[in-house]
C-alpha cells in the first residue's frame, strides 16, 4: 500500500514538473510579444509621421536619438563681411529634447500623432554685437561703473574699499600687460565679485591695426585673464584709447566679444578736481548709463560721493553684463 502512495506521489510531482516546463516553454515562446503588449507604446502612435506601435522603451529612444540627428539646427551667429560691409543677421537654432519626447512617446494614448519636444538654440552673437554699446536699456533705474585699468593699482585698493561698503559690482576692463604685472590683483578684485573684462593685450592704436592683430589684440588678453582668475571673463572689449570702427567692432563680434563704449566720460585720466569729476557724472545721469572711470587719485576722492547720489537718486550701479541683458 505504502508503495503505491509513494509511486502516485512520483507521479503527482512529475506531472508538475512537465507542466512547470510547459509552461515556461510557452512564456518563453510569448514573452516578446506579451512584453511588447504590457510595456510597448501603444497601437497607431506616431512620431513625425513615424509608426512607434509596440516599440519598447529602449527602442523608442533609439528611433528618438536618430530622429533628434535629422530635426536638429544648429545656431548661426551675425556675420560681417568685410568685402560688401554687410551684416548678416543670427538665426536661432532647434534643439531636440530626448528625454521629454521619449516620455511623450511612451505615455500617448492609441492612435495619437506625436511631434518631437523641441526647443529653441538661440545665437551666441547676434547682430547687435557689430554696433558699439553706448548704453544700456533705460526702462530701470540703472548704470554702470567701468573702470579701464592699464595703469594706477596704487589706487584700486581704495577704489575696491568704497565700492564693497556701498555694495557695487563694477565692470573692470583690464590691459594685458598690466595683468601679466598685477595677476594677484586681478585675482583679488574678481574674488569680490566685480566683472572681469577685456581692453585689450596691450594699450596700442586699434585704428592703426589689421584684422589679424585686433583679433589677437583681444584673443590673447581673453585667454590670459582667463588663465588669471581661473574662469571666463566677460565677453566685453573695451578698446584701447576708445577707438573704433567698423573693422574693430565686427572683430571683435566675431569673436563673440560686444565693443563697451561709454555714456559719461569722466576724463579722471586727466586727473581734474574730484569736484570736476562728480559734476561729469551727475549731470550726465541717465538711466543706462556707462560712467567710464580710470584708477585715480581724484577718482577715489569723487567715487564715494557718486555712489552717494546714486543711492539718493534711485539708482543701481551694476555690473555691464547685466545691465545689458537688462534683468
Known amino acids: ?34 512584453k511588447r503588449q504590457w510595456f510597448g507604446v501603444k497601437d ?7 509608426s512607434m506601435a509596440r516599440l519598447l ?3 523608442v529612444r533609439k528611433v528618438v536619438t536618430e530622429l533628434a540627428k535629422f530635426y536638429s539646427i544648429e545656431p548661426r551667429n551675425a556675420g560681417y563681411f568685410a568685402e560688401t560691409g554687410e551684416i548678416i543677421p543670427e538665426k536661432d537654432g532647434l534643439g531636440v529634447d530626448i528625454e521629454a519626447t521619449i516620455t511623450s512617446v511612451l505615455s500617448a494614448a492609441p492612435g495619437e500623432s506625436l511631434s518631437l519636444v523641441t526647443y529653441a538654440l538661440p545665437a551666441t552673437v547676434s547682430k547687435d554685437y557689430f554696433s558699439p554699446v553706448f548704453q544700456g536699456p533705460t526702462t530701470h533705474q540703472r548704470v554702470s561703473l567701468t573702470i579701464n585699468v592699464a595703469w594706477g593699482e596704487e589706487e584700486l585698493p581704495a577704489m575696491l574699499a568704497i565700492l564693497k561698503k556701498h555694495g557695487v559690482k563694477a565692470t573692470f576692463f583690464f590691459d594685458g600687460a598690466w595683468v601679466k604685472k598685477f595677476p594677484e590683483m586681478v585675482r583679488r578684485i574678481a574674488a569680490e565679485g566685480h566683472e572681469i573684462a577685456n581692453h585689450g593685450l596691450y594699450h596700442g592704436h586699434p585704428l592703426r591695426m589689421n584684422r589679424e592683430e585686433l583679433r589677437r589684440l583681444v584673443l590673447e588678453n581673453d585667454r590670459l585673464l582667463a588663465e588669471v582668475i581661473g574662469g571666463e571673463p566677460a565677453k566685453l572689449f ?5 577707438e573704433f570702427n ?26 581734474p578736481a574730484p569736484e570736476v569729476i562728480i559734476r561729469r557724472v551727475v549731470e550726465k545721469l541717465k538711466p543706462g548709463a556707462i560712467i567710464l572711470m580710470h584708477p585715480t587719485v581724484p577718482t577715489v576722492s569723487a567715487l564715494e560721493p557718486i555712489l552717494t547720489h546714486l543711492r539718493e537718486k534711485d539708482y543701481t550701479a551694476v555690473t555691464v553684463s547685466t545691465l545689458l541683458r537688462g534683468e
Open 246 to 271: 567698423e573693422q574693430i567692432v565686427a572683430v571683435a563680434a566675431d569673436l563673440g566679444f560686444r565693443t563697451i563704449m561709454w555714456t559719461i566720460d569722466t576724463i579722471d585720466w586727466q586727473r
Open 238 to 242: 573695451a578698446p584701447p584709447y576708445g
Open 57 to 59: 522603451p529602449e527602442e
Open 1 to 34: 500500500m505504502r508503495l503505491i502512495i509513494l509511486e502516485r506521489k512520483k507521479v503527482v510531482l512529475f506531472t508538475c514538473w512537465l507542466m512547470l516546463v510547459l509552461v515556461g516553454i510557452g512564456l518563453a515562446t510569448h514573452w516578446p510579444q506579451a
Open 44 to 50: 497607431g502612435v506616431t512620431l513625425e509621421g513615424h
